[in-house]
């Protein structure tokens, strides 16, 4: 497994302001990941933060509005953009460890827009 | 994209009761995966699942992938009050390009204990 921490842990923005999301892994990961829970729902994938290089978006997801940097293999951030109440969500970072075919989660940024 | 469609959406039950979800896809999926979320936390991973026909324990928690990669269990026998929460299904499907793929959630199971 892998422990991993977000900062903030929440936080309340004003609509236009943009918000930067950081995801630290106590370990070395190839693999990280940064996903959106809508309240209610279930979780989506934005992208795949991969190393040394542009992060792969998912459909419906776009690097204007969610830029993600990947600079080492134990530190990521994602940044919403020009936010909306709409983008209000929890958002969470998850990373792969090499060999495992599995995804351990962070505990996730609480972000309220107003 | 592909889509996991679980249930039952929400559950009562007895302490004490036994409890069982599934997911299922239209296609198949190399992974299964099921996680549980505590309200104010990410998801914990419970279980993986990596073969068709697989059936694997943890604890009180029981999971198989089905044999034809497009569908799962999760069963929990002798419920306790904090077993309450959101449990979600996870798939990845067949790698394509090499590189690893994210997961696709199924809507999740909340499951409420009455002690």
Redesign the interface.
Known sequence: SAVISQKPSRDICQRGTSLTIQCQVDSQVTMMFWYRQQPGQSLTLIATANQGSEATYESGFVIDKFPISRPNLTFSTLTVSNMSPEDSSIYLCSVEPSGASTQYFGPGTRLLVL | ?QQLNQSPQSMFIQEGEDVSMNCTSSSIF??W?W?KQDP??????LI?L?KAGELTSNGRLTAQFGITRKDSFLNISASIPSDVGIY?C?G?PPLSGG??????????THLIIQP
């Open positions: 994209g190399n992974t995966l996680y104010g936390e990410g998801p914990v991973l993986a990596y979600f996870a990845t590189g690893a793929d994210g997961l696709t959630f199924g809507k999740g």
